[in-house]
């Protein structure tokens, strides 16, 4: 038996149990998970936030990864789907880029287990980026001089250009997006003056009503124990007696059971994290709420069978506002140069 | 009678006997000129460059000033006419924005007179950005909190977020836009080796053949001397006894005729820069070129009735890489927050 098709609320009693979650809330580890195989360094961060800004990854050249997590903002598009190339609507709403080097699966159904697996998705997918196969966008990225330079300084060996390596060189400049020190960082760091009398307040309202038995973790998003491709998964909506529920679509996708047809699947999805999440309107995986303190509402509802007041609402949105951290400057990508001519045919 | 109706070669005869084009290539100026009622600032720089990103200016929260004015590239999208919102598509190619504080007139058939004009433009064109009006615009900035300080602090007044201010802001930041320092440059500053012997070639071919009677002064688009609004203009085709004119459709399009309706402007355009010509294929008001050889090759032969050879192309070819500047580090813009609820509706 997996540990992801227990019960969430089971999966924490264990973790509890354990010694594995004695910490419901953390300020982020000083390091984000690196695996072995992929360590980070300055050209291949380079490298892959050239890529990571890059239109030609798709199909017709207008969509980049930046398009629908973007960096400049919470790490999304705002929008309660995105938009892909030639206006196609995905079904899903674009999760935030920052501080998913902390998950320990990516997407909202945790279908890829790492950041390099996730960067493979969108730009084969045909309401994303569109490009129709991994050949072609090798083709695409190596007929761009500059980038064939860069991936032989960067990866080496007789043919650098891969669709591995691309992926690697973007979820190196992934793992570099990461906010730190937030108000709640630095309370959690001893500033007790970090976090006001009402952000104090919806801190400890999370624990008691239990909103901390998922989100969890440095990340707010699940135990920092799991190991890397383990997702940790909940049930959602999981009390169905409610109008929220018909109001907001929220049944109308399966989840993780698109994945693995696994029955007990049905309506898991994968923890998102709360770091952020004020900058990232709408809200849920269908992007179906537009505000906060809806969502706050909702979540309460059909998670925990919790009516909040008002005042309740209020004092937790202000402890999530208290989760947005510092976005560390960066400077621009210089692309490298489609060279005489457009590798990006029009139709 | 206006200048601006004269043939170009008219203009620029008249314009060496009084020495205003004394100088046919110019390395850039030290400043670019700046509007008496729009003064750059550092903190209007810094807000202009937000909102040039800002993909909420456009309808539907996916097409920013940067999708097809590309500042990490050469400030294009390189592709032969640019996909606005909804996949829509507009019939011209995108210029370059780098640089073209310089120009003296805007849009490939300049009827915008100045940056702060043209970035009206786009903003409420149906197929390019698409938003309903100016007024729904202005409502949607000073609906996200971030934005309506900034324009606060940066205007000033009582009603700082105008539809004027974002225009003049954007214009602001595109004014720091400018590639210095190209080898062509270093080499008329005095570096006789910055220039190899065939770029310099290429260099005394297109004076002698007659590139520079429009691809003249410090941009290679007209005249310093014009003054700002008075667009300097060139009938192109002007040789249409030749293959190429139906090949790439060159006539199919008006010109500034379609801003006129004055039978003097049919087929006349804006000289378009020489300057990071290299990045940014295709080329031509239609995009129709794909590579730069084969530009030169047309435009040889339409406008000058000059057939080059090979060797002649290659010469001219190096010079016009030799305009590849240097493009100044930016650190990437941080996006005021949507705060709790997003301002773009999904349809």
Chains 1, 2 share one sequence.
């Not at 998913?100 to 890829?112: E, H, M, V």
């Not at 996730?118 to 490009?131: C, F, R, T």
């Not at 770091?275 to 995986?285: I, M, S, T």
Request: charged share 20%; aromatic share 8%; glycine share 8%.
């Amino acid at each position: 038996m997996h540990a992801r098709h227990l019960p969430a609320s089971t999966l924490v009693a264990a973790l509890f149990a354990t010694g594995l979650a004695a910490h419901a809330m953390e300020p982020l580890p000083a390091k984000v998970p690196v695996p072995a195989d992929n360590p980070i360094t300055a050209s291949k961060v380079e490298l892959g936030k050239e890529l990571y800004f890059d239109p030609r990854l798709s199909v017709d050249g207008t969509v980049s990864c930046n398009s629908c997590h973007n960096v400049m903002a919470g790490g999304t598009d705002n929008r309660p789907v995105s938009v892909g190339v030639g206006g196609k609507k995905g079904s899903r709403s674009a999760p935030t880029v920052w501080n998913s080097a902390y998950l320990t699966a990516q997407f909202w159904d945790g279908r890829a287990p790492t950041l390099e697996e996730q960067a493979k998705g969108p730009i084969l997918n045909p309401v994303e980026m569109g490009m129709p196969s991994a050949d072609v966008v090798v083709a695409r990225i190596k007929g761009i001089p500059g980038y064939a330079e860069e991936f032989k300084s960067v990866f080496g060996g007789k043919d650098p250009v891969t669709y591995d390596n691309i992926a690697k060189a973007i979820a190196t400049y992934e793992r570099t997006l990461v906010t730190r020190n937030s108000p709640f960082d630095r309370y959690m760091h001893g500033d007790k003056h970090a976090l006001s009398a009402q952000a104090q307040r919806g801190m400890k309202l999370v624990e008691q009503i239990g909103c901390t038995a998922c989100h969890m973790g440095p990340n707010f998003a699940g135990p920092t124990a799991l190991p890397m491709g383990q997702g940790f998964y909940q049930k959602f909506p999981l009390n169905t007696d409610n109008d929220y529920v018909k109001k907001y679509h929220l049944e109308d996708d399966l989840g993780r059971y698109q994945v693995t047809k696994n029955d007990n699947d049905k309506h898991m999805w994968r923890v998102p994290t709360w770091r952020n999440v004020a900058l990232n309107a709408p809200y849920f995986h269908n992007g179906s709420v537009p505000t906060l303190d809806e969502a706050v509402r909702v979540m309460a509802r059909t998670q925990l069978n919790t009516t909040l007041t008002d005042a309740q609402v209020a004092d937790i949105v202000t402890f999530l506002n208290s989760l947005t951290g510092e976005f560390p400057k960066q400077t621009l990508p210089r692309l490298p140069a489609t060279t005489g001519s457009s590798p990006v045919a029009d139709k």
